[in-house]
């Protein structure tokens, strides 16, 4: 079982170039979600979906836009790259909402992505 | 809105002491309570939850108890090992949501 894949596992990018990451993830979840890992900050939420053909903006969109096709993949676009966006990128997922409390969230290995 | 507090890290213990981790929490409703583990080089992973209050989660050794009273959901180990040395983070989310809010991580390193 593979879970949760991204691509690449790492990227240098030079600034004001467009990026995708890519997750699939083959747990026919429908909720998938992708968060920026900073020292000192933890994870914070970039966007998200609860389903496929819809998505929703976390607590750090600006900068980012995201798509969701279909229920196993989950990419995110840098615009224009920004050093700021210099950081570790998670993408997860997690199964429908039970009634009564959330399900637990799977993770991917990350992208480490460096913005010049 | 809802948030998350853990301790400051870096932890560092020799092997086979006691750990606790310090998570308190903040929320509107009645969230669920987790704790996710990260090793070096790769993504989080569910280390245990608790649904509702008194619930204890435990794995691996771990145990942690949902305290509504202090708001809190401490995470325990009676005696810890080298292989335990990682980034700890607690997190919750608010039943019926999607969305979770993480702490910002507690490194732990434990000596041989």
């Known amino acids: 079982i593979a879970g949760i894949t991204q691509a690449p596992t790492s990227q240098i990018l030079a600034a004001g170039r467009r990026m995708t990451l890519r997750c699939t993830q083959d747990m026919r979840h429908n909720a998938m979600y992708w968060y920026r890992q900073d020292l000192g900050l933890g994870l914070r939420l970039i966007h998200y979906?609860?389903?496929?053909?819809?998505?929703g903006k976390g607590e750090v969109p600006d900068g980012y836009s995201v798509s969701r096709a279909n229920t196993d993949d989950f990419p995110l676009t840098l615009a224009s790259a920004v050093p700021s966006q210099t950081s570790v990128y998670f993408c997860?997922?997690?199964?429908?909402?039970?009634?009564?409390?959330?399900?637990?969230?799977?993770f991917g290995p990350g992208t480490r992505l460096t913005v010049l | 809105g809802d948030s998350v507090t853990q301790m400051e890290g870096p932890v560092t213990l020799s092997e086979e002491a006691f750990l606790t981790i310090n998570c308190t929490y903040t929320?509107?409703?009645?969230?669920?309570l987790f704790w996710y583990v990260q090793y070096p080089g790769e993504g989080l992973q569910l280390l245990l939850k608790?649904?509702?209050?008194?619930d204890k989660g435990s794995n691996k050794g771990f145990e942690a108890t949902y305290r509504k009273e202090t708001t809190s959901f401490h995470l325990e180990k009676g005696s810890v090992q080298v292989s335990d040395s990682a980034v700890y983070f607690c997190a919750l989310s608010e039943s019926g949501t999607y969305k979770y809010i993480f702490g910002t991580g507690t490194r732990l390193k434990v000596l041989a």
């Open positions: 929320a509107t409703g009645y969230p669920s």
């Open positions: 979906s609860n389903t496929a053909g819809t998505t």
């Open positions: 997860a997922s997690s199964d429908t909402v039970s009634r009564g409390y959330t399900d637990t969230q799977y």
């Open positions: 608790a649904t509702k209050a008194d």
